[in-house]
C-alpha cells in the first residue's frame, strides 16, 4: 500500500486523518497513518499545549496541523475591526427565540462579560495575522504537515513552512482551484468532494480526482469526501489519487472529543441525513440535518451571516446546546449538530481510531486483490 | 474484467450504456458492452421500429431497454385524464415571454392542432398503461435487460419479464430503495449516486455503492454517476460493484443524437456547469446549466409542475428551441440544453461510441495494474 506520499512523509499507508481531537491525531499517527490536528478553534496558547502533548504521544513520527485561511471574511474581522459588535441584534434575537421554542435556558448571549472569548478566538483565528500566529506556534513543533483548509494558502505560510522544510497541503473542491494552489508552491493537494463534511463544493469525489490528478501531476492528490472504508481507500487510488484525507470517520471513535448526543446521532444517522447550510460558519458545509440547520432554512430566519459573524453566533450557541443535550435537555438534543460527510451512514460503530486504520488497510488489500482477480483472468 | 454479470449477460465488459440513440446501443453492444435504449420518448409504434434496426445491427447480441414508470406522477396524467388540459395557462405565457425575451420566435403553444403529440406520448409513455405497452412492445424483441428508471418497477413489469426470462433492473438513489427493489423480485441494481446526469437524488457514488452492495448481497450491483473514464469504472469495482452504467459519456460520441449546439456546450462545460432542476420533468435531474434552468429559478417563473405536466412543457418548448439553436438564433442556443451528469467535465473530445468503450477498458487496467503493485510491495 506504499504509494509517492509514504515515501514524502516517512508513513506506512497513506492515510491522512483530520481531526480536532489530539487522541485522533496521535492514534492515527501512531497506527501508521499521518494525523493532522484542526487548529482553527485554538488561542495560540492552547494549539501550544496540544502540540506540546501530541509530540509526547507520537514519539517523532509524523503528524500536521490544519489550519483555515479564508480568502474573502467580513470586512470587520479584518485587522483592528470587532467582529462580535458586527453581529446584527436580530440574529441575538433570533438564537433567543430558538432556545425558547425549544425549551433550552438562555444564556445572556453576545454582551459584556458573557460575549463569548472563545468565539473571539475562533474568529479571530480565520483571519491574516490570526492565522499567522498558529502558523508559527506549529513550526516551532514537530509538524511534517501545514494546510490550508479553505483557499490558497498565503504566501507568508507557504515562505514559513518552506523555510522550515514542511510541505504545504491545501482543500480544493475544484480543478480550477487545484492549478491556484499549484502556482502558490503546494506540495501535495487534497481532492475533496462535494459528499465530504465541512466546507465544501459540489463536484463529487468520484468526478473531481481524476481531474485534480491530471491537472497537478505530477503533484501527489490526496481523495477526500466519502472516504471511511478500505474499499473507498481503494477506489481513490483507482482514480489516482497518491492516498486519502478523512475526516468524518474519527467522529464515532473511542477517542474522539465529539459529544455523546451527536455520536448517537451520527451513529443513527443515514447517507441522506446530511446538508450543505451556511448555518454554522457562513460558508456552505456540510454537516448533520437537525433542527438547527432546519430553524436556519426556516421562516423565521434572519439569514446566516458572513465568515466569520456566522462562526461567533454559532458557535456560542453550539457549545451551549451540547452542555444541555448532555444534560437530557430535549430540545437542545434536537438542535445539536455538527459537520460530518454523507458516509456517516457508514459510521455504525465505536472503534478506537487505530483499528479504523487496520480495518481500511485490511479491506483495502481484499478490494485490490478482487480488482487483480479480474484482469488476470483476461 | 470479467465480473459476475458478464456471465448473467453474456457480455466480454460490464459496461452498461443508457442511452436514447440507437446507434449508441448497436455500438456499444457491438463492442463487447449492454447498450440499454432508453424508450421514455417513444410511441409503442416507433419503439417497435428501433428494437427492429437493433435487433439486426447487433445480430443476436445483449441489449436492453428502459422504462421510466414514476411512483408519483400529476392525478391529470393518469388512465383517462387529459395531462395536456391541466398545464395552467400561466406556464405557456411563461414560455412565450421566454421566447420573446431571447428573440425565439414563438410557435402557438399547447393549444389545438399545435398542441405537441409527440409531448403527449412521452407523457403517456410514464403512465401505467402506458409503460405497459412499451414493456410489450420490447419483449417481443431480442432484449436480454429491461430497466426502471424511476421508483419500483411494478409487478405487471416484473411478472411479464420473468414469464419471457429477460432479467430486470432498477435503478436507486438510497440504500433503502434497493431493499424495496429487492422485495419487488429485481434482479440487477443499479446504484446512481447524485452526481449523475437524469433523475437522481443526493448521495455521491462513492458513498452509495458499497452501502447498496453489502445491502442487496448477492444481487449484483452497477455503479452509476461520474463514470466516464476507465479509472473510474475501476473504482466502482474497487467499491464493489460488478460494473457501471454510464449515460453521460455517450452523449458527446459520434454516434449520439445529441443536438449540435448542446454537444458543443457539453464539450466546453466544466464539472461545475451542471444543475439539479426540476425545470424539464418536474422531478429534479441534473442537467446542463443554461438560460433555461436560471430562468426557471428565476423571479419571473411560475415553478415546475409535476411529472408529467412539465415534461410536456419543457418537451415542446426544448423541441422548439433546439431547431432554431440549430439555425444559428443565438437566444435559443443560450436557452438549450440536456441531461447529463458532473462529468460533463471530462467529455472534451468527440469519439466512436466503440472506442470509449476500448479507451475504458485499457484505462481499466493500467488503474488496476497500478493497485496490484501497491499490494505487490507489501
Redesign the interface.
Known amino acids: 500500500?506504499?504509494?509517492d506520499v509514504c515515501e514524502m512523509f516517512g508513513i506506512e499507508f497513506p492515510i491522512f486523518a483530520f481531526s480536532h481531537c489530539r487522541d485522533v491525531v496521535a492514534a492515527v499517527t501512531n497506527a501508521g497513518g499521518l494525523g493532522v490536528l484542526g487548529a482553527v478553534a485554538y488561542s495560540p496558547e492552547r494549539l501550544e499545549e496540544e502540540l506540546a502533548w501530541i509530540d509526547r504521544a507520537t514519539n517523532g513520527r509524523p503528524y500536521g496541523v490544519d489550519v483555515l485561511v479564508p480568502g474573502k471574511i467580513d470586512a470587520s474581522a479584518r485587522e483592528g475591526g470587532d467582529p462580535l459588535a458586527a453581529v446584527p441584534a436580530e440574529h441575538w434575537k433570533f438564537l433567543t427565540h430558538l432556545f425558547e421554542k425549544y425549551g433550552v435556558p438562555a444564556p445572556e448571549l453576545g454582551r459584556g462579560a458573557n460575549a463569548d472569548k472563545a468565539a473571539r478566538s475562533g474568529s479571530r483565528a480565520v483571519t491574516g495575522s490570526g492565522a499567522t500566529e498558529l502558523i508559527d506556534v506549529s513550526l516551532n513543533h514537530g509538524i511534517r504537515l501545514i494546510a490550508s483548509a479553505l483557499g490558497t494558502p498565503p504566501p507568508i505560510m507557504v515562505e514559513k513552512a518552506k523555510a522550515a522544510g514542511v510541505p504545504v497541503a491545501a482543500l480544493v473542491g475544484?480543478?480550477?482551484h487545484a492549478a491556484r494552489q499549484v502556482a502558490a508552491g503546494v506540495d501535495l493537494i487534497v481532492a475533496q468532494?462535494?459528499?465530504a463534511g465541512g466546507h465544501t463544493?459540489?463536484?463529487?469525489?468520484?468526478?473531481?480526482v481524476?481531474?485534480v490528478v491530471d491537472a497537478v501531476a505530477p503533484i501527489p492528490v490526496l481523495a477526500a469526501?466519502?472516504?471511511a472504508?478500505g474499499?473507498?481507500v481503494?477506489?481513490?487510488?483507482?482514480?489516482?489519487a497518491s492516498g486519502v484525507w478523512c475526516g468524518s470517520v474519527w467522529l464515532t471513535t473511542e477517542e474522539a472529543e465529539t459529544p455523546s448526543t451527536v455520536k448517537a446521532k451520527m451513529l443513527a444517522a443515514?447517507?441522506?441525513d446530511t446538508i450543505r447550510s451556511r448555518s454554522r460558519t457562513g460558508k456552505p458545509a456540510r454537516q448533520l440535518q437537525s433542527a438547527w440547520t432546519a430553524e436556519w432554512e426556516g421562516p423565521d430566519s434572519p439569514g446566516a451571516l458572513p465568515m466569520p459573524l456566522q462562526m461567533i453566533v454559532a458557535e456560542a450557541a453550539m457549545r451551549h446546546l451540547v452542555k444541555h443535550a448532555e444534560n437530557g435537555n430535549e430540545g437542545a438534543t434536537q438542535l445539536v449538530n455538527y459537520f460530518v460527510?454523507?458516509?456517516v451512514?457508514?459510521m455504525n460503530t465505536v472503534k478506537p481510531a487505530k483499528q479504523v486504520v487496520y480495518d481500511m488497510v485490511e479491506e483495502?488489500?481484499d478490494?485490490?486483490?478482487?480488482?487483480?482477480a479480474?484482469?488476470a483472468?483476461?
Open positions: 500500500m506504499k504509494t475544484t480543478v480550477e468532494g462535494g459528499e463544493g459540489e463536484i463529487s469525489t468520484m468526478v473531481l481524476p481531474q469526501g466519502g472516504i472504508t474499499r473507498q481503494a477506489a481513490s487510488i483507482a482514480l489516482g443515514t447517507a441522506k460527510g454523507q458516509v451512514g457508514l483495502f488489500a478490494s485490490v486483490d478482487r480488482l487483480s479480474l484482469t483472468q483476461d
